[in-house]
């Protein structure tokens, strides 16, 4: 409220408000947050509550608020564009209070500031309210004004930064009980009729004369699309690029393949984060890998804060489960991360690129064991009569040998024995065609693991 209307003077803290509801609302917060009871007074002809108070006034200044010149020269303090919704919504209630009104359907935001004016729509953003900032020239001076003209846009407005049961806000509440639709251009599609109608004919919906067709036929499809591909899109039409060359720090946000810019006067980075938050949310995946920024207040915080939050809509298990996170600071080059990623997803494709021989004899054998657990154990022979179908037992004994023979091998190569002998034992195929063996005859998984023991111990001899 004081960022609106008012002031510091001294060791004093004033507001000026002609709304003796606005002034019994500031009055209130002051006695409940500060145990300070403001004088009321006649200054200038405007209704003016003063508190007598350096403490209080040290206090607001520290927050940020300019002691001169305080209406070009403000802006929303940095404690509370940290902090949560909760304090932003009440913030911009109390500000619109002061300095907004709202008639003929729109929400309209005052300001002399630059500034407040972009931290204004910066807090809105919060919000998920769009809005719309103006700017007029008024005796050799600029004003700013943030306009929310949408219906929907007002209703989240509403519910969030309502304060009270102000006429304000008693204005906004009428307007939103009305059943009647008011039209609004601000978030359409913009795609012209000329468009449409090439759209409509290359589609081959042309009508002959005649010919009716039920308008409402198709209302159901329409509508989803209208949601699942419209609804949450806002478009925003590039009116300007400019390139500015000067020696500045610049946030790369450059994504191959990818269209990222900086966008707005406020400004506002615009790149595709968004879309790999949704993807390693949503993706019908077993396992995901997720490579993003690990500096502090970027996207990997937001993962952080969000993903232990969120249920695996296919197993019911938490999210985080299925998901490796890995982070790249500002001190290694985000080569590193990414190749851990490829390295965790798909070690195959790395060792093709490297070369099974550039590998140790221990991640080779962990290489031999990977292969045989996809090919001798996850494949399945549906058209084998024996195959086709395995019980349980048999799945658990079939995992079990192939471990088993890891285990063993790891033995050996401790004791000096090559990798290529082990991988080479007449064993492995035995183990390659356990898939084979009838449910009658499962006790001769204990025979083969007698040959593993028995062709291990030979190799440890040599």
């Not at 020239?137 to 219906?151: A, G, L, T, V």
């Not at 007449?426 to 356990?434: G, K, M, P, S």
Request: glycine letters at 6%; a negative charge; aromatic letters at 8%.
């Amino acid at each position: 409220m004081l960022y609106g209307d008012g002031m510091i003077k001294g060791n004093t803290v004033r507001f000026y408000n002609n709304d003796r509801e606005i002034q019994a609302c500031f009055a209130h917060l002051s006695e409940k947050l500060f145990a300070l009871k403001p004088k009321q007074t006649i200054a200038n002809t405007v209704l003016t509550s003063i508190i007598n108070s350096s403490i209080l006034a040290g206090f607001v200044k520290a927050l940020g608020f300019p002691e001169y010149q305080k209406s070009r020269a403000c802006g929303v303090p940095t404690s509370i564009l940290q902090s949560t919704n909760s304090v932003i919504s009440k913030f911009l209630g109390a500000y619109f209070l002061t300095d907004g009104h709202f008639s003929r359907n729109q929400i309209e935001i005052s300001t002399a500031s630059a500034q407040m004016s972009v931290g204004l729509t910066y807090l809105l953003t919060r919000l998920g309210v769009l809005s719309k900032v103006s700017r007029g020239e008024m005796q050799e001076s600029f004003h700013y004004r943030i306009s929310i003209s949408n219906k929907n846009e007002i209703a989240k407005f509403y519910r969030h930064c309502r304060i009270g049961s102000h006429r304000k806000f008693e204005a906004m509440k009428r307007y939103l009980s009305r059943k009647r639709r008011a039209y609004t251009a601000k978030d359409i599609v913009p795609i012209s009729a000329n468009l449409l109608k090439t759209l409509y004919i290359q589609a081959g919906r042309g009508k002959d004369k005649g010919e009716r067709r039920n308008p409402n036929s198709e209302t159901p499809l329409l509508q989803k699309i209208a949601y699942n591909h419209l609804e949450h899109v806002f478009y925003d039409e590039i009116t300007e690029v400019r390139l500015i060359e000067q020696e500045t720090d610049v946030y790369d946000l450059e994504v191959p393949l990818g269209n990222n810019f900086v966008g707005g006067n406020s400004p506002i980075f615009l790149h595709n984060t968004v879309i790999q938050h949704q993807l390693a949310k949503w993706a019908d995946a077993d396992i995901i890998v997720y490579v993003g920024c690990g500096e502090r207040g970027n996207e990997m915080t937001d993962v952080l804060m969000e993903f232990p939050e969120l249920i695996d809509p296919s197993t019911g298990e938490p999210l985080m489960k299925r998901t490796v996170l890995i982070a790249n600071t500002s001190n290694m080059p985000v080569e590193a991360s990414v190749y851990t990623g490829i390295t965790i997803a798909e070690l195959e494709e790395i060792v093709r690129l490297v070369g099974l021989d550039a590998l140790s004899p221990e991640n080779r054998l962990i290489m031999e064991t990977a292969r045989s657990i996809r090919e001798d154990f996850l494949h399945q022979n549906a058209m084998n009569e024996v195959d086709t179908y395995t019980s349980f037992d048999k799945q658990y004994k079939m995992l079990e040998l192939i471990l088993f023979f890891h285990e063993r091998a790891a033995d050996c190569l401790k004791s000096g024995a090559a990798i290529d002998d082990i991988a080479e034992l007449d064993v492995r195929e035995e183990i390659a065609r356990v898939k084979y063996i009838p449910e009658e005859n499962l006790s001769q998984f204990e025979e083969i693991k007698g040959h593993i023991e028995s062709q291990m111990e030979e190799l440890k001899s040599k």
